[in-house]
């Protein structure tokens, strides 16, 4: 390939190499063994903008080459106002372009203009506001609005700035604060259509807003009041709620009542204790099956029910029996049921009530849900696992 046009042949990578190694008549230095990531550096060859230029926080150290192509765009510094106004056109060039490229470039444009720091106020306001256009088409909504409140501290009656801010705080959800920017630029422009709209928008949203916070406290008051009337409840009963120790000998009484009721939450899936109305516990109780090695749960089974009135709806006599059960053995009047401590298992009178039974055996609750196990009486399996086990 003939790259000069001249005859003669392409140049090999270790030619290239070596030009570039060596100085050039415009007394910049050589590229360097990194010259690739120089070349990424440079701005004629960079992907993205680096976001210390955004930031206006540029190190001229770090980007020589960049900061030097910044400062050649405006080269007579003593025309400030000048050189100002050129960064402000450019930005609105990119700016108007709509894409999220122009409004980064945009930035960077209105931050070199402030940079100048010229005497003129109005320009330096504007420079501010138009920067915080750009960082609001972007999502910079904080940032756009501390650029409208900088330009406003030059111009107070900037209406275009009150409006940007009062957008920003919009998307920020900040509805209050809306409203205060809409006031300002009301009490500058009574009859500001955009801003008399955004309030009255933001009223009704901040009503709607208030209604809800209103709605979620009394939820709040209202779950606070049951779970104070749960442990209540459960100390009146003295019943053996099982929670594991922690490591913090100074846990207070509020807060281990606070990590017993999220225990009780956490087994949800299987049903929560409850208060009725009858001020009566209401708990989901756990039936496992040895023999099959199966499980039910009774969602809801009052302190004040007995095991008989819910084994004789789940195995009546004579009536179907499940599915496991192949041999219809299972009838409430053959079953036993057993709690398994763990050190011993007992067999419990299935005509009294679940309180009494709780009570008299200390059983224990883990997860907010009493566990028990169901056997045919002097089956095989009731003959191993509870008599030979006893």
């Not at 930005?91 to 894409?99: H, I, L, R, S």
């Not at 009394?218 to 709620?241: D, G, I």
């Not at 109780?285 to 969602?299: F, G, H, K, M």
């Amino acid at each position: 390939m003939d790259l000069f046009g001249d005859g003669q042949d392409e140049l090999t990578n270790e030619e290239i190499m070596e030009l570039m190694s060596k100085p050039n008549p415009h007394g910049l230095e050589p590229f360097g063994p990194d010259w690739e990531k120089e070349m990424d550096m440079h701005p004629l060859f960079m992907d993205d903008v680096p976001q210390e230029v955004i930031d206006g926080t540029l190190d001229r150290t770090k980007w020589p080459v960049l900061a030097s192509h910044l400062d050649m765009m405006y080269e007579d510094d003593d025309d400030l106002e000048g050189s100002a106004r050129s960064y402000k056109d450019d930005g609105n060039v990119e700016y108007k372009k709509g894409t999220k490229e122009g409004f980064i470039k945009a930035i960077i444009s209105y931050t070199e203009g402030l940079k100048k720091n010229c005497d003129n106020s109005e320009l330096n306001s504007q420079l501010y506001c138009n920067r915080a256009a750009a960082q609001f088409s972007i999502g910079n909504y904080r940032k756009a609005t501390q650029d409208s409140e900088k330009a406003l501290e030059l111009n107070p009656q900037y209406i275009k700035a009150i409006t940007r801010a009062a957008q920003a705080q919009l998307k920020l959800g900040n509805i209050k604060s809306v409203i205060t920017w809409c006031d300002k630029a009301l009490a500058i422009d009574r009859h500001n259509k955009a801003m008399i709209e955004m309030k009255v928008k933001s009223l009704q949203k901040l009503k709607e807003v208030e209604r809800n916070e209103r709605k979620k406290a009394a939820k709040e008051q209202k779950e606070r009041r049951k779970n104070e009337q749960l442990l209540e409840a459960f100390r009146q009963r003295k019943l053996n709620l099982y929670l594991a120790d922690l490591e913090d000998e100074d846990e207070t009484a509020e807060e281990r009542d606070a990590r017993l009721l999220e225990s009780l939450k956490s087994s949800s899936s299987h049903g929560q204790v409850t208060l009725n109305e009858e001020e009566q516990l209401v708990w989901p109780v756990r039936l496992l099956y040895p023999e099959y090695a199966t499980s039910d749960i009774i969602q809801q089974f009052s302190e004040a029910h007995c095991f008989f009135d819910h084994l004789s709806y789940m195995f009546p006599p004579g009536g179907e029996s499940p599915e496991w059960d192949e041999e219809g053995e299972y009838t409430v009047h053959k079953v036993c049921v057993i709690y398994n401590s763990g050190k011993e298992k007992v067999e419990l009178d299935k005509e009294t009530t679940l309180l009494d039974l709780m009570v008299e055996h200390n059983v224990m609750i883990v997860g907010g849900v009493p566990t028990f196990e169901i056997y045919v009486k002097d089956s095989d399996t009731y003959n191993t696992n509870v008599v030979a086990g006893s």
